[in-house]
């Protein structure tokens, strides 16, 4: 069984593999004052306590949480879990200008969606930030596919934590699709707002990431709001909540010598 855990902005996702195949996910809530114990109860009491763990693998963008939850990892499952970075082997290269840059769960997604749909490939991450990104085949045959980079934009319910903030009299409003584009209520006035602006802003950085690519690519989406807006988005080829765990999973078996059967077969 092996134990992949992403560490977010709000949440920590979990996912356990076993025999290849991902049984079960769960999500927490991510609280920097949490302690390691409180993080090995929490972990334990969802996995349960006849679970023998023979290998883990944790990603972070939370600085200093992830050594929480490493500790806790270790003491409850009794296995020293892999903290992904820079330097750990992922089967892509990091053609970011800064690679210190990239957030670990970008890398992540990039070899989730390389294990589904091949390269080239572009990612849609639908989170507490919406990232796109893009995986560029390899420049040669000595050479592994290329992370290029993307783009990255306030997710909608931080757009709409914004709006409700930072104004004196516009309410927090639930992210519905709104019957109209004119607004007629300010509830409706603010959805409109919210979801036709977010899903043009998402269709413009896929349309023109294509054109700076210069060639189609399948499009995958992942994180919280996928599976609620793939309806608006009829260029995606998939859409898959889980992909950084199976990104996860895949660096672990590539550094473990146990990688997962690629389901992606060339036409």
Not at 39 to 47: D, F, K, Q, S, V
Not at 156 to 170: H, K, Q, V
């Amino acid at each position: 069984m092996i134990l992949t855990i992403d560490i977010g902005n709000t949440s920590i996702h979990l996912g356990l593999f076993i025999r290849g195949a991902l049984r079960e996910t769960w999500k927490i809530a991510s609280h920097p004052r949490r302690t390691a114990d409180e993080y090995a109860l929490l972990m334990r009491g969802m996995i349960g306590e006849d679970m023998p763990m023979y290998g883990a693998i944790v990603s972070s963008v939370v600085p200093g949480l992830d050594r929480h939850v490493v500790e806790a990892v270790e003491k409850e499952f009794k296995t020293i879990p892999m903290l992904l970075s820079r330097e750990t082997p992922m089967g892509i290269e990091n053609g970011y200008e800064n690679p210190e840059e990239v957030g670990m769960d970008r890398l992540a997604n990039a070899v989730g969606a390389h294990f589904f749909q091949g390269v080239p490939v572009m990612v849609l991450d639908f989170g507490t930030a919406i990232t796109l990104d893009y995986l560029a085949e390899a420049p040669s045959a000595a050479h592994q596919p290329v992370y290029m980079g993307g783009a990255i934009m306030p997710g909608i319910e931080m757009g709409a934590d914004a709006l409700a903030g930072g104004t004196a009299s516009l309410p927090r409003v639930p992210l519905l699709e709104p019957k109209r584009v004119i607004g007629r209520t300010t509830v409706e006035s603010i959805q409109a707002g919210l979801m036709h602006g977010y899903l043009g802003a998402i269709h413009t950085l896929v349309d023109r990431s294509l054109e700076e690519c210069g060639r189609a690519c399948p499009i995958v989406a992942t994180g919280g709001d996928a599976l609620g807006l793939r309806q608006y988005l009829p260029f995606l080829q998939e859409t898959q909540p889980d992909l950084t765990l199976y990104g996860l999973r895949q660096i672990y078996g590539i550094n473990n010598q146990c990688p997962l059967p690629s389901p992606y077969t060339e036409a």
